[in-house]
């Protein structure tokens, strides 16, 4: 049996190249997590005039989140300053552009915008960026499984015969694209109309105190199929997967041409000199009448003053933030704890697109926790950029790897794709989120433990609000980022 893989059509990918697209693939479209385009213009609107005075507000960073909620604020009539540590915005939504050739570019962040996201597609629409669709739309795929390569014709799963699998009987029969499908129907129909801002589903409780890898190793699944389905996730809660697969299984996954930090940068633009780069928050202090944080700023320790505060600041960066009076205990706790997966990616710009030759667009499937893209698909030109999506432990590896070992280590795997690589490297570059001092992760991964620190999360602590996509019911998403940072604006707005 064939899995009808209908959730995206205008992909070629089975399972495995999108780690979580297929998997639950019924929730995509028409289940819960939707925002309408409606809601999702509502959400950025500026709040209506009154005579009221509008707080000053200070926004901690000037990621997606800080620049969503400054934008409101700012058109809602408040005085607004956003502190960024580093010296561009966008923050996790970041374009590579160096070190390649003639305006050739990959993501190192955000990568694919799905078409069920209407708040991003809304902002995106807002600043006229054109989208390319982010899969291509012919060619074959490799699959590398066991150290044995076999081609899988678009659309379609590999010979099995061809590969060094060891599946179970059943899984044989409906390959590596029916998986998904055999594992996870009926976890699909309990979720399927879950509303977004009931995340994170207090009532969900068998979903969250299992793993994903447990689950499926209770439905009999092999090892192979779970290495194959967890891409590395091993640890993450069975509900926080199934809830991130809702936003991969849509009809469309997208992404903005000339790059996704396009977006940041033209939100930027429109806040103009309300930031402030290279201001790196030390300590955030709050009295019954402001908020104060010191910041360094080109080598001087700076202070801003202002009613309010927004703090997007990944926890994990936070946490070694002092903050004074101490937080409540449980907010505490969640910026001491709370988990955010390591990302880590590496690219290799190639002389020409080669394997194009072959009928191949450049996308695989191996049996390690990554992901192989193309970025260079749709992109013109006729060189090319193979790059490793690489998760949880074994980017945790490369990050502790240098460069050079990590490029070496990827070439000999690409080549092993794409037989003849080394002849074309003609550049190469890697990227670690966990080793970003102002990121220390990707995105937040909800494994069991971490439902409790998710609870409070959003609510604000006195004059405190707090954004960013762990606070939202879109972890993980550019939507939650917007998501979160406009819901803060509201909540200042409203005083
Ligand atoms: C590898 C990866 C893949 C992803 N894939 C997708 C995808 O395909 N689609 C999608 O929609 N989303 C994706 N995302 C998620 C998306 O990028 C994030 O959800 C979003 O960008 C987070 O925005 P944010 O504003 O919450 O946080 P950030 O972008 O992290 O913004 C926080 C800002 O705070 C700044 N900061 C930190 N410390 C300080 C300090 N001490 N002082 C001042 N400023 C500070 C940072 O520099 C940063 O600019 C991906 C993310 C990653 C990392």
Redesign the pocket.
């Known amino acids: 049996m064939r899995y009808d893989h209908v959730m995206n059509k205008r992909c070629p990918f089975p399972v495995g190249m999108d780690r979580r697209r297929f998997i639950l693939s019924g929730l995509g479209a028409g289940a819960g997590l939707l925002l309408s385009r409606a809601q999702a213009q509502a959400l950025m609107s500026p709040a209506a005039g009154t005579t009221a005075r509008k707080p000053k507000v200070l926004v901690?960073?000037?990621?997606?989140?800080?620049l969503a909620a400054a934008l409101k604020l700012q058109e809602s009539g408040c005085e607004v300053t956003v502190?960024?540590?580093?010296t561009r915005?966008?923050?996790?939504?970041h374009t590579l552009r160096e070190p390649f050739a003639d305006d050739l570019y990959a993501e190192?962040?955000?990568?694919?915008?799905?078409s069920t996201?209407a708040l991003?597609l809304a902002c995106v629409a807002r600043y006229q960026l054109p989208l390319d669709p982010f899969f291509p739309d012919s060619g074959s795929q490799v699959y590398l499984w066991g150290g044995k390569r076999a081609v899988a014709a678009y659309g379609q799963g590999p010979d099995l015969n061809e590969l060094n699998v060891d599946f179970t009987p059943r899984e044989r029969q409906v390959g590596f694209e029916g998986l998904s499908k055999l594992y996870f129907d009926e976890l699909r129909e309990s979720l399927r109309s879950r509303p977004a801002d009931g995340w994170p589903f207090p009532d969900s409780k068998l979903y969250k105190d299992q793993t994903f890898s447990e689950y499926l190793r209770r439905q009999g699944a092999s090892a192979d199929a779970i290495n194959y389905l967890t891409q590395g996730f091993v640890d993450d809660s069975l509900l926080d997967f199934a809830h991130d697969a809702m936003s991969h299984a849509v009809p469309m996954l997208s992404k903005i041409r000339g790059g996704n930090d396009r977006l940041p940068q033209a939100m930027a633009s429109a806040l103009g000199a309300q930031i402030r780069y290279g201001?790196?928050?030390?300590r955030i202090e709050q009295s019954a009448d402001g908020v104060r944080v010191s910041?360094r700023s080109g080598g001087q320790q700076q202070q801003a003053s202002a009613d309010r505060a927004i703090c997007?600041?990944?926890f994990t960066?936070l946490r070694h933030?002092e903050i004074a009076p101490a937080l409540s205990a449980p907010k505490a706790r969640s910026v001491q704890n709370l988990y955010l997966g390591p990302?880590a990616?590496v690219y290799v710009q190639t002389h020409s697109r080669y394997w194009e030759k072959q009928g191949l667009n450049g996308f695989a499937s191996v049996d390690q926790a990554m992901e192989l893209w193309s970025p260079t698909v749709h992109q013109p030109g006729t060189r090319g950029i193979l790059m490793s999506?690489l998760y949880e432990g074994l980017a945790r590896e490369y990050s502790a790897q240098s460069p050079a070992d990590q490029i070496e280590r990827s070439i000999q795997l690409f080549d092993q794709v794409h037989p003849g690589l080394r002849a074309e490297v003609e550049a190469a570059t890697t990227w670690s989120?966990l080793n970003e001092p102002?990121?220390r992760g990707?995105?937040l991964v909800a494994r069991p433990d971490q439902f409790e620190l998710l609870r409070d999360i959003a609510l604000p602590e006195g004059r405190i609000h707090f954004?960013?996509?762990?606070t939202s019911p879109w972890?993980?998403?550019?939507?939650?980022?917007l998501h979160?940072?406009l819901r803060t604006a509201d909540e200042v707005l409203r005083g």
């Open positions: 901690l960073g000037a990621g997606v989140a800080g502190l960024e540590a580093r915005p966008g923050g996790r939504v190192a962040g955000a990568g694919r915008i799905p996201h991003t201001a790196e928050v030390q910041y997007t600041i990944p960066v933030i990302v990616r999506y989120w102002y990121s990707a995105f954004a960013g996509e762990h972890p993980g998403w550019i939507q939650g980022a979160s940072g």
